[in-house]
């Protein structure tokens, strides 16, 4: 376990350094996924586990065109299916690794929705579990939250409106909703402080290592 979790955090980086507009984003899902199933009352080591799912969430990003991923302008349907493939390649990847099934499933359903029309396995609820529930959330959040090229950051009334709106339309697990809401200073202060180390990581190495490459 101590091995994967340092392999994740590796991981997390490429993920989140592949894009400008994603430089902090794995890391938010993370930290806010953690502190969700701390609260949740998870085992430790379910929590462990919890951390390498938010690091891989998005592995399957790794080969999405960055012309999709930074488009500043809506995305044609053809790129939009494409940026949907990455939770099929996130699974895959991860399943792939013997004895992690359980972490595939909680990091690669972070866009299944409850009622079964999320994607890629158009999962029920009642295959999905706590994990991936507690990851879809935080993915949400950390997402709306951030800066992106064709919009800023939405603030904490916003960010409750759109995940009230999706509880009320049974697609997302209220409980770990309203965990969020009744904690949200909490858990919004942990996710700007590994974000603010990311991008420091980010801007201070990580880009200056490639300007050398470059050179």
């Not at 376990?1 to 984003?25: C, G, P, Q, V, W």
Request: glycine share 6%; proline share 2%; hydrophobic share 35%.
């Amino acid at each position: 376990m101590e091995d994967i979790s340092l392999i994740s955090n590796l991981y997390r980086d490429l993920i989140d350094f592949k894009s400008r507009f994603t430089a902090t984003h794995t890391s938010g899902v993370s930290e806010c996924a953690v502190v969700l199933s701390e609260l949740f009352g998870m085992a430790e080591l379910d929590v462990k586990s919890m951390r390498i799912a938010g690091n891989f969430h998005d592995i399957g990003k790794l080969i999405i065109p960055n012309s999709i991923l930074e488009k500043p302008e809506k995305l044609t349907v053809e790129e939009y299916g494409v940026i949907r493939c990455h939770t099929y390649y996130t699974y895959n990847t991860i399943y792939s690794i013997g004895g992690l099934q359980r972490i595939a499933e909680w990091a690669a359903y972070h866009h299944e929705k409850l009622d079964g029309s999320g994607y890629p396995f158009h999962c029920k609820a009642e295959e999905i579990g706590t994990g991936s529930r507690i990851i879809t959330v935080a993915d949400i959040f950390t997402a709306i939250s951030e800066d992106r090229p064709y919009r800023k950051g939405m603030d904490k009334d916003a960010i409750h409106k759109i995940l009230k709106s999706q509880t009320d339309k049974k697609l997302l697990d209220k409980r770990i909703v309203e965990l969020l809401f009744d904690n949200y200073e909490t858990i919004s202060n942990q996710v700007k402080i590994e974000q603010a180390k990311a991008l420091e990581f980010y801007e201070k190495r990580f880009l200056t290592i490639v300007d050398e490459i470059a050179q």
